[in-house]
């Protein structure tokens, strides 16, 4: 029997996290690091990338995509699975929220969300699937969201495709799970990221956000490092199909 602690070691692991650049996916591509993975971050910002290799100490690359473009998916695998080999883990970090209110949604808006939120992790998971399967092994960790299960103003299209993270988990358990690959994801609560930034701006609202989880207080980005090890690791080896709201209790009240 592994000892407790090295349940959570992660040397010889291989992952990729999407949306790498910023916010909570830059922060799990390092945490992956410290464990001792090698980690393929992608995005479409060349030079932030460039910063998150270099704080990684030659422990990471980098991949420029746009993840959301399905016709380059085979593309886009290969150039990941070029630095260190294929991915035993994938990290769907990248994301958008419009914030269009419901009488003011575009298609544009509509199609750009539901591409990078929703499409964009199933179909790159689904490429990657086939060598996790060779293995034995795989780890999918998607981004759920206070959203998944509450209505936010403007968040419409961004609450839809939370909701869907839900269920898509669910059914890449039932579908891969029977071949050592978990699926779980992680619903944040408030953080201070590229994509909440307009919420931490405003300081009354900031504090409202906070008032309301049972701990009385908003997310640190390092707040997010133990989930994502764990969903990442042998320590959640029987965990699959499940959503973990970190979220300082916001959804329990």
Not at 75 to 85: C, E, H, N, R, Y
Not at 125 to 133: D, F
Request: hydrophobic share 45%; net charge negative; glycine share 10%.
């Amino acid at each position: 029997m592994p000892h407790p602690r090295d349940l959570f070691d992660l040397t010889g692991r291989v992952a990729c996290v999407t949306g790498a650049s910023s916010g909570l996916g830059r922060q799990a591509a390092l945490t992956l690091v410290i464990a001792g993975a090698k980690v393929v971050g992608v995005a479409r910002r060349a030079e932030a990338l460039a910063a998150l290799v270099d704080d990684a100490n030659g422990n990471a690359a980098a991949v420029v995509a746009d993840v959301a473009d399905r016709s380059r998916i085979e593309t886009l695998v290969q150039d990941i699975s070029a630095p260190f080999g294929p991915p035993d883990i994938v990290i769907h970090a990248a994301g958008v929220n419009t914030r269009e209110p419901a009488d003011d949604v575009t298609a544009e808006g509509w199609d750009k969300t539901l591409a990078l939120n929703l499409s964009a992790p199933f179909f790159l998971s689904q490429a990657l699937v086939p060598a996790m399967k060779a293995k034995g092994w795989g780890r999918i960790v998607n981004f759920a969201s206070l959203q998944t299960t509450r209505a936010f103003p403007g968040g419409i299209a961004y609450g839809a495709t939370k909701a869907g993270i839900a269920q898509l988990t669910r059914a890449m358990a039932e579908a891969w799970s029977p071949y050592g690959i978990t699926a779980n994801a992680i619903g944040p609560g408030f953080f201070p990221t590229e994509l909440t930034q307009a919420v931490f701006e405003d300081a009354d609202r900031a504090a409202r956000n906070a008032a309301q989880t049972c701990m009385g207080r908003n997310g640190t980005l390092e707040d997010m490092d133990g989930p994502v090890l764990f969903l990442c690791s042998e320590a959640s080896s029987y965990v699959t199909g499940q959503v973990l709201m970190v979220d300082g209790g916001f959804t329990a009240k």
